[in-house]
């Protein structure tokens, strides 16, 4: 299957649209020049529009993606604030936007062309809120909500209704560790588990969540080598789609660290893998053959091999992007 990866760099205002061929080869396929610091992307459920969120004109920018995984039609909606992290319903109606620099979240609407509104929800008093993240939803079609919010040291629980509003979830929400700092959250694919980076400790947290909606939690993992003496500065993490491995990245010592995860869900720290420098935002490919780090310090992407069987990482290709580069999608295209 042909996939297309996705790569936001705010500080030159560009997005560059690579294909990945199987053998690991990256082939640049076109670069869009966007209307102010692009940060954020987000791929609709079914795979027709990439969403990218600028600054300092806040805004919300919808693009066509072609059939070979080019970007056409750009289209934009007002943001309230500048976005830290977007995400769209399972249904594909509705995009939620966090904002850390203004504290809040809010959720907009998506037309039946694919294009996104204004914000028709805005919930403030979120200190930091620096991700959304959406859980499966229920037979009554409503989505759980969690918005990490750093500098509570508290993740915030909400339920999506059908008509796009939040509310507070019943069973009220999670806290982390003191200075812990929860950023970026990734979701098991089976298990129910989900997975917690925290930037300021560099500690993965991993929760079990239950049947009738209890979140618990299993363990906390350091992301570091033992004996680490340097800054602290957690970036992203990611789940392999056959869910046996998880990755993290950390910025200060452009490392990308390993789990292994075992059939019982118990989580093992197994190696630490150099990658770009500050390694702010990666991703992985649909098969999980491929992790792809972008280097907000170095302006490269770089194409590491997933070993099928031990989870190790590779260095298999570089390619140069653009400055700060931040933000990475990969998009598996319809045969």
């Given at each position: ?16 649209v ?9 082939v ?13 992307l987000?791929?609709?459920?079914d795979?027709?529009?990439?969403h ?7 805004a ?6 072609d ?6 039609e ?18 594909g109606?509705?995009?939620l936007?966090a ?7 809010t ?18 008093g979120?200190?930091?809120?620096h ?5 499966a939803a229920?037979?009554?079609g409503e ?32 806290q982390?560790?003191?200075?812990a ?6 979701l098991h694919?089976?298990?129910g ?5 925290n930037?300021l ?16 939690l299993?363990?906390?993992?350091e992301m570091?080598?033992?004996g ?10 990611h ?5 046996r491995?998880l990755?993290s990245?950390?910025?200060a010592?452009?490392?990308l660290?390993q789990?292994?995860i ?16 500050m390694?702010?935002?990666?991703a992985?490919?649909?098969q999980g ?11 490269q ?5 997933i070993?099928?069987?031990s989870?190790?990482l590779t260095l298999?290709?570089?390619?140069p992007?653009?400055?700060g ?7 598996t295209?319809?045969?």
């Open positions: 299957m042909q996939q297309v990866v996705y790569v936001a760099s705010p500080a030159s205002q560009q997005i560059h690579f294909a990945l061929a199987g053998s690991g080869e990256l640049p396929l076109q670069v869009v020049d966007t209307p102010g610091q692009v940060q954020p987000v791929i609709s459920p795979g027709h529009w990439l990218a969120a600028v600054r300092p004109d806040f919300l920018i919808s693009y066509r993606i059939v070979d995984g080019r970007l056409s750009p289209s934009s909606a007002p943001l309230a604030g500048s976005a830290s992290h977007t995400t769209i319903s399972a249904d109606r509705f995009l936007a904002s850390y620099a203004f504290n809040h979240v959720v907009s609407a998506i037309g039946s062309t694919g294009r996104a509104a204004p914000p028709h929800q805005q919930l403030d979120l200190q930091a809120a991700s959304v993240t959406l859980l229920d037979g009554q989505q759980e909500v969690l918005v990490a919010c750093l500098k509570e040291d508290r993740i915030r629980r909400f339920v999506l209704c059908r008509e796009g509003r939040l509310r507070p979830h019943p069973l009220g929400d999670l982390t560790a003191s200075g700092g929860p950023r970026h959250l990734a694919p089976s298990n588990d989900l997975y917690c980076l930037e400790d560099c500690t993965i947290n991993r929760y079990r969540r239950s049947a009738d909606g209890d979140i618990t299993c363990q906390s993992l570091l080598p033992a680490y003496q340097g800054e602290y500065w957690g970036a992203d993490l789940v392999t789609p056959d869910g491995f990755y990245s950390e910025r010592s452009s490392l660290t789990f292994a075992a059939p019982d869900g118990e989580l093992g720290v197994v190696g630490h893998f150099p990658t770009e420098t390694p702010r935002g990666f992985i490919d649909g053959c491929w992790l792809l780090a972008a280097g907000q310090a170095s302006h992407l770089a194409l590491h091999r070993d099928p069987a989870g190790a298999q290709a570089r390619q992007v653009g400055e580069a931040m933000w990475v999608r990969v998009l295209l319809a045969p």
